[in-house]
């Protein structure tokens, strides 16, 4: 298995809601990522784990919460996010190998807050 | 801060010509730097590294880190080759990397 594995692939929420996105990945990668990607924008780093541990937020509003329960899976808890949250929300996975750290991305979940 | 370039929104160029899109960057440590592509209705994917100095689907890039630059050239565009192209530098080998703004490749019949 080579891939990262998004769900939901579309979210709609409303702003009083809670929900989550999960990410899958079963290619041994240590390292997990979360990217915010807006319309026609690069995608922006949010939050990366590293064996299971958080090593990078990148003053994400508390309103998005990640989790690791695994080297195998990532989430993306959602809580009273504002309309300016909906956008394309990226899974990443990196082996921890100096030299051949490439980012390998899932497909995505596009989130729309209303 | 680190921070990546790319001057082109839109590149147009016919079938056959030659392509280069434009990467420079700003970062005082070591970087690396990589070029991903995204197809339409494709994840967006690796295409290249510089650690790397190989030639994927006809296109190559080489740092110059005298002008802190990471052109990607391919001699003869191929219509497939239409897409979304982001450069991008990770910091000293960590895992922070960063996109630049990206360069929609179109290529015409």
């Known amino acids: 298995d080579t891939e990262v594995t998004q769900t939901p692939k579309h979210l709609v929420m409303g702003m009083t809601n809670k929900k989550s996105l999960k990410c899958e990945q079963h290619m041994g990668h240590r390292a997990m990522y979360w990217y915010k990607q807006k319309a026609k924008k690069p995608p922006e780093l949010m939050f990366v784990?590293?064996?299971?541990?958080?090593?990078i937020n990148e003053s994400v509003p508390s309103r998005f919460s990640p989790e690791c329960p695994n080297s195998s899976l990532l989430n993306l808890h959602l809580h009273a996010l504002q309309p300016e949250d909906s956008a394309l929300y990226l899974c990443a996975s990196s082996q921890e190998v100096t030299g051949a750290n490439v980012l390998t991305f899932g497909a995505g979940s596009r989130l729309t807050v209303l | 801060a680190q921070r990546v370039t790319q001057p082109e929104k839109l590149l147009s160029v016919f079938k056959g010509a030659p392509v280069e899109l434009k990467c420079n960057y700003s970062?005082?440590?070591?970087?690396?730097l990589f070029w991903y592509v995204q197809y339409s209705r494709q994840r967006l994917q690796l295409l290249l590294r510089h650690i790397s100095r190989e030639s994927i689907k006809g296109f190559t890039a080489d740092l110059n880190k005298g002008e802190t630059s990471f052109h990607l050239k391919k001699p003869f565009a191929q219509e497939e080759d239409s897409a979304m192209y982001y450069c991008a530098l990770r910091r000293d080998y960590g895992q922070n990397f960063v996109f630049g703004p990206g360069t929609r490749l179109s290529v015409l019949p």
């Open positions: 784990y590293s064996y299971e541990k958080l090593s």
């Open positions: 970062y005082s440590g070591s970087p690396e």
